[in-house]
Every structure is written in C-alpha cells, then in structure tokens.
C-alpha cells in the first residue's frame, strides 16, 4: 500500500515537473530569443517548428504522463479500495484486540484468584494428603482389625457350635436330673408318709405301754394290798380264803398284765424296728435327694454357664458387626448411615455409635464410606455453614473436592475390604 502511495506522488511530481518545463521552454522561446538560438533557427528550423516540436514531445510526454497518472489513478483507487477494507479489517483487528485485552485483562484477573485460590488449595492439598496418608493408614489397621476380628469370630463361630452341641449332653443331663429328682422326691414323700404312720403306730403302742404299765403298777400295788391283807387275816380262814382268792386274782391279773406288757413291749420293738427302717430309708431318700439336688445345681450350672458363653458370642458378634458398620457425623451433630439416612435419637461417644436405646450399633468413619453418606453429610454442612460471600463459596469449592476425593478413598478402602 505504501509503495503504491509513493508511486503516485512520483507520478504527479514528474507530470509537474514536466508541465513547468515545457511553460519554461516556451517562454524563453517567445521572449528572449538568442544569436545562437537564431542562428541555430536559421540553420535548423525555426521558432515555430521547434515549438511545435516542443509541444508535441510535451504533448507526448503529457500524455504518456496522464496515461501513468491515469494507471496511477486506478491503482491509487484500487489501493484506497484496499486501504478501506484493510482500515475495516484494521477496525475490526482493533475491536478484536480490544476485546482480546478485555479477555486478557480478565484471564489475568482469573489467573491471580486461581493463584490465591491455589495457594489455598496447596495447603488443604496438603491437609488432604495427610488425612489420605492418616486414612490409609486407618484402612490398614482396619484390615489388619478386620482379619483378626475374622480369626477370633470363627474361633467364636467354633466355640458356638462346640457349646450347641453340648448344650444338648447338658440339656439331656438336666432332663434326667430334673427325672431323677422327681423320682426320689417321690420316694422321699412316701418314705415320709410311711415314716409318719410308723411314728404315729409306735405313739399309740408307747401309749398302750404306758396304760398297761399304769394297770401292772396298779396291780402290783393291789398284789402288795392283799398280800397285806392276807398277813393281817391268816387268823381268819374266811378272811384268808378271800384274800387267797384276792391274792391269786390279782396274780391272774398281774400274770395277764405282764403278758400284755411282755405283748406290748414286743409290739413296741417291733415299732421301734420299724421306725428305725423307716427311718434309714427317709434318711436314704434325704441323701439321694440331696445327690440329685447337688446333681440338678451341677446340670443348671453347665447350663448357665452355656447361655453365658452363647451371650458372650453374640456380644461378641454384634460388637465385631458394629466395628464394620460404618456412620458419618454432620457439622451439626446428626447421624448419618451408609444409605444417606439421618438417624433420628443416634448419638456418638468417642468414635463408637449407639442407637436410642444405648446400644452399640457402629463405628464413626473418619471419611464417608459411599456417595449417598457423603452427600447427605455435604447437605447437612451446607445448611449448617454461614454464607460469607464469594470467599465463602470457594471456600465450600475447595471443602467440596476434600469431601468427594475422602469419598472416593473411603469407597475405594470400602471396595478393598469387601474383595478381602
């Protein structure tokens, strides 16, 4: 373009240039005409002709000069053509560089945020590392836990099925104890009901002995009566004779009396004998109870002890099952499970979780375990968290990605324990 410009304006200056030497020539031709001018008219030709000749070579030279002017013309429109679409697109490259430094302008403002923005995130990055470093290191001891835990519930599992099979022994051996009780307390009742009606039946012979004993005594005394008598009556024979008669009716009675008191006492060993039986067989029974009953506390205490052991596992059981259910905690203190639910009366003590009614359900995760526990936790902190502006909000950004990536540890970790 510039060398176009420069093309015309050599054009115009040697049409000019020209123009100003044929006036010259002229004029000094018309005007100040010389010797040897005219002698060389004289010679040659003359004024006219050289004028002539003059102005047809200028005519030439003008026309050869309008016809450059005129290329000239064209190309100087065509490149004023040019200039005026370069002077758009120069516009428009003006508009789009301006533009361009507003892009660029904002890039840079964009570029010192995220600078800032990431020398924050270099920190929390860092914390994150950390936590994830902490985190593996927990999901390692978890595993460790959980192998071992693994190892002690078929230890238990085996315990339990050697305590099921011999809670059957014990529970028949009760059942034949609690027989055998029954049995022998049933001998026992009846060996007391014939011990009873034995003592009753030496009561009333130990009467009848003491009844007889007071009519021997009485007939001893009537004996001794008439042997008096007698002596005071030997003068008498009517007297003697009465007494005689007394005297052996009262022998008749004390031989009678001795015989039933001879009866009596016989009955009475007999009595005793089988009082002393009876008694042997309710001092047997009490003993053979007293076996059964030491037997029946033996069989109930094998199978307390049973149930104490079977408690024990499922204790167990339900605390290895709470170590490996795994909760979050929200900034506001709600419960949240593997599903996403809040669980309503839940509260955490340390890292363990209890239900509302104090009872061991799980362990606090350090990390959410899956999405849904994490995104009810991020919903609950949102809530929770003051809006503070622009800041503010990259701040939660920043807390946001900390949040998925635990997430992510903590499904991968989930994910390694389930292939273990």
């Known amino acids: 373009m510039k060398k176009t410009i420069k093309t015309i304006a050599t054009a115009t200056a040697v049409v000019?240039?020209?123009a100003l030497t044929v006036n010259a020539k002229a004029d000094s031709v018309t005007n100040n005409p010389t010797t040897e001018n005219n002698d060389k008219v004289q010679t040659t030709v003359?004024?006219?002709?050289?004028?002539?000749?003059?102005?047809?070579?200028?005519?030439?030279?003008?026309?050869?000069?309008?016809?450059?002017?005129?290329?000239?013309?064209?190309?100087?429109?065509?490149?004023?053509?040019?200039?005026?679409?370069?002077?758009?697109?120069?516009?428009q490259a003006q508009a789009n560089v301006d533009?361009?430094?507003?892009?660029?302008?904002?890039?840079?403002?964009?570029?010192?945020?995220?600078?800032?923005?990431?020398?924050?995130?270099?920190?929390?990055l860092s914390n994150a590392k950390t936590n994830v470093d902490n985190a593996q290191t927990a999901v390692t001891n978890a595993?460790?836990?959980l192998v071992d835990d693994k190892k002690k519930a078929e230890e238990l599992t085996s315990a339990l099925q050697n305590l099921a099979e011999t809670r059957k022994e014990r529970q028949a051996t009760l059942d034949q104890a609690k027989a055998d009780l029954a049995t022998k307390q049933k001998a026992l009742d009846e060996a007391k009901d014939v011990a009873n009606k034995a003592q009753a039946k030496l009561d009333s012979d130990k009467k009848t002995l003491a009844d007889l004993q007071a009519k021997l005594t009485q007939a001893q005394t009537n004996l001794d009566n008439a042997k008096q008598a007698l002596a005071d009556l030997e003068n008498l024979p009517e007297?003697?004779?009465?007494?005689?008669?007394?005297?052996?009716?009262?022998?008749?009675?004390?031989?009678?009396?001795?015989?039933?008191?001879?009866?009596?006492?016989?009955?009475?060993?007999?009595?005793?004998?089988?009082?002393?039986?009876?008694?042997?067989?309710?001092?047997?029974?009490?003993?053979?109870?007293?076996?059964?009953?030491?037997?029946?506390?033996?069989a109930m205490k094998a199978y307390n002890d049973y149930l104490a052991a079977e408690q024990a596992v499922k204790d167990a059981e339900e605390k290895a099952k709470a170590e490996h259910t795994y909760f979050a905690q929200t900034a506001n203190g709600k419960v949240v499970n593997a599903q996403g639910h809040i669980m309503v009366g839940y509260s955490v003590k340390g890292n363990q979780v209890f239900d509302a009614q104090g009872k061991l359900v799980g362990t606090l995760a350090q990390t959410s375990t899956t999405r849904r526990m994490a995104n009810t936790v991020k919903q609950e902190n949102a809530k929770a968290l003051p809006q503070t502006g622009?800041?503010?909000?990259?701040n939660t950004t920043v807390g946001a990605i900390l949040v998925g990536l635990g997430s992510l540890l903590g499904l991968g970790a989930l994910g390694k324990r389930k292939e273990d």
């Open 46 to 91: 003359t004024p006219e002709q050289q004028l002539k000749n003059n102005v047809d070579t200028t005519k030439q030279t003008l026309d050869s000069a309008s016809q450059t002017q005129a290329q000239a013309q064209s190309k100087a429109d065509a490149a004023n053509s040019e200039v005026a679409n370069n002077q758009t697109n120069v516009d």
């Open 239 to 298: 007297r003697l004779a009465q007494a005689q008669a007394d005297v052996q009716k009262a022998q008749a009675e004390l031989t009678s009396a001795q015989a039933k008191l001879d009866e009596a006492k016989k009955a009475l060993s007999e009595s005793q004998a089988q009082a002393d039986v009876t008694n042997e067989a309710l001092s047997q029974a009490n003993d053979d109870k007293n076996q059964a009953q030491v037997a029946y506390d033996k």
């Open 390 to 394: 622009d800041k503010q909000n990259s």
């Open 99 to 124: 533009k361009a430094q507003a892009n660029q302008d904002q890039a840079t403002q964009n570029l010192a945020d995220l600078n800032k923005q990431n020398e924050n995130y270099d920190s929390n």
């Open 143 to 145: 595993n460790q836990k």
């Open 16 to 18: 000019s240039a020209t």
